[in-house]
């Protein structure tokens, strides 16, 4: 009886013509479901499967072999009718739906959607993650256990080739400082001037710092470069394809809690990532392209951490 539920329930999950992955949220959280995303794709090799995103992410998740329709959240007011009517009328072409955000957001579009067959938290879905203890678990796990518990159980490290840029590469041997972090959240930022002790301290032992970033984090970058001439300064310059190429051959990455440090660890880069008391590494650290953690090194205000115990990390 057991084999004939199983297979039932595998012919009948084979039969998904059309799925929606729902993920917006910031970089590192985009760059943490890349695991479930190829998850999904290889339990439903044969459906059209749609992610729902916000715009930051359209390209790169359109250059991703994982989905074969893109569609940016237009977000409606609950009083815009007709928006809403409109996304109702998308979101109700699919016959499955895997919310890997699980926000009150997100979780209000299984009613716009006219309640299908629905993976995630939202009140009355028939695939719930059904464990009350789902908010102290990171990312990574508690994604591969919401899909578990939808049925998709093989997590292999996803293959990342796709992700790459066009940037030429600096001579090895480098490595990467990310000094940046969101603006709204200053706390989360090492002193501009500490990294630039750091990077003395590389470029001493033959490895030529390179500093990612924004445009907007280009003073970042020159306070660096005051402390070590030698410094490449590539803010403004890159996507987020030619971060993860420059990330794959660099010997090691140094940065705050932001999102190019979690594409540098996802494309297997050695990483050193400081954590403020803005942030809990246990819930949202990068991690390895086989779920391995980085180094976290934290201190609950960053101006307070010295250069010698990030110095002591360094490989």
């Not at 729902?52 to 977000?75: K, S």
């Not at 990171?138 to 998709?152: F, P, S, V, Y």
């Not at 030429?168 to 603006?183: E, H, I, W």
């Not at 440090?261 to 942030?279: E, N, Q, R, Y």
Request: with cysteine; proline share 11%.
């Amino acid at each position: 009886m057991v084999a004939c539920l199983a297979f039932a329930e595998e012919f009948r999950t084979a039969r998904l013509a059309r799925i929606l992955v729902i993920r917006l949220g910031a970089l590192g959280d985009f760059v943490l479901s890349f695991g479930p995303f190829a998850a999904i794709r290889a339990r439903h090799p044969g459906a059209e499967i749609t992610l729902l995103t916000t715009a930051p992410f359209a390209d790169l998740a359109r250059a991703a072999p994982w989905f074969d329709r893109v569609v940016i959240d237009a977000r409606p007011d609950w009083w815009n009718l007709p928006g809403l009517l409109y996304l109702a009328r998308d979101l109700r072409r699919f016959h499955r739906v895997y919310d890997l955000q699980t926000s009150a957001r997100s979780s209000r579009y299984f009613r716009l959607a006219g309640r299908p067959p629905w993976s995630g938290i939202a009140p009355g879905c028939s695939l719930p993650h059904a464990n009350p203890a789902r908010d102290g678990m990171h990312t990574l796990e508690r994604q591969r256990e919401q899909l578990a518990m939808a049925g998709i159980t093989a997590f292999p490290p996803p293959d990342l080739s796709w992700l790459a840029g066009t940037i030429a590469l600096p001579p090895r041997p480098y490595a990467l400082l990310v000094p940046g972090a969101a603006p709204h959240r200053p706390r989360k930022r090492w002193p501009a001037a500490r990294f630039g002790e750091l990077a003395a301290l590389l470029n001493a032992r033959g490895l030529t710092p390179v500093v990612l970033g924004t445009a907007t984090e280009a003073p970042l970058a020159a306070t660096i470069a005051a402390a070590c001439p030698a410094a490449i300064d590539l803010t403004g310059r890159t996507s987020l394809p030619d971060i993860a190429s420059l990330a794959r051959a660099a010997a090691l990455a140094v940065g705050n809690d932001t999102g190019p440090m979690h594409l540098a660890a996802a494309v297997g880069c050695p990483s050193i990532v400081l954590f403020s008391a803005d942030s809990d590494p246990a819930l949202t650290a990068p991690r390895g392209p086989d779920g391995s953690w980085p180094v976290v090194l934290r201190s609950p205000d960053l101006a307070d951490l010295p250069v010698p115990r990030v110095a002591g990390a360094l490989p």
